[in-house]
């Protein structure tokens, strides 16, 4: 009996072929106005947040607030608020399936590179993407495409384009 084996299938990218794809690619206006309403609502919950952490660990408050008179270490404070917005924004693209407020508001969704939907390690990897300093710098240029979409082969596409291709 033969075996029928097919050929292996080119890896298609959703931007590499313009005529094949109909999803639009958001712009740096929307990608900026998503990072400015994300980090708003990152800082509007840690304020609540913060109350927890005074209850749980008064020596973390001390740290992260960089208190120097009580020991406090601005540099280490900075680093772990740092790393709790990449596990907020990563627990917030989890939960919202690839969306945050941000790009709920502006109309964008983050897919995966051949257009499907992120999975929630995707989305708490480019959260954790989001951790690494001057991330937010990346952003700058045209096509505005950031490190957290990079090493995660990820784009922020018009949400509209993305539910019409489903």
Request: glycine share 10%.
């Amino acid at each position: 009996m033969e075996e029928y084996q097919s050929a292996p299938q080119e890896e298609q990218h959703l931007f590499d072929n313009f005529e094949q794809t109909t999803m639009t690619q958001a712009g740096s206006g929307k990608r900026l106005a998503n990072y400015i309403i994300d980090l708003v609502t990152f800082y509007v919950f840690m304020y609540f947040f913060s109350y927890v952490i005074v209850e749980v660990s008064l020596d973390l408050a001390i740290i992260m607030y960089n208190d120097r008179e009580n020991g406090g270490n601005p540099i280490l404070g900075q680093l772990i608020t740092l790393v709790f917005y990449g596990l907020y924004m990563g627990l917030m693209e989890t939960l919202f399936r690839g969306r945050t407020l941000g790009k709920l508001i502006t109309g964008t969704i983050a897919v995966n590179e051949d257009g499907s939907r992120i999975s929630g390690g995707t989305a708490l990897l480019r959260g954790l993407s989001r951790a690494v300093p001057f991330n937010a710098l990346s952003a700058l240029g045209t096509p505005c495409y950031p490190w957290h979409d990079k090493w995660n082969k990820t784009y922020v596409v018009e949400y509209a384009d993305f539910s019409a291709n489903k």
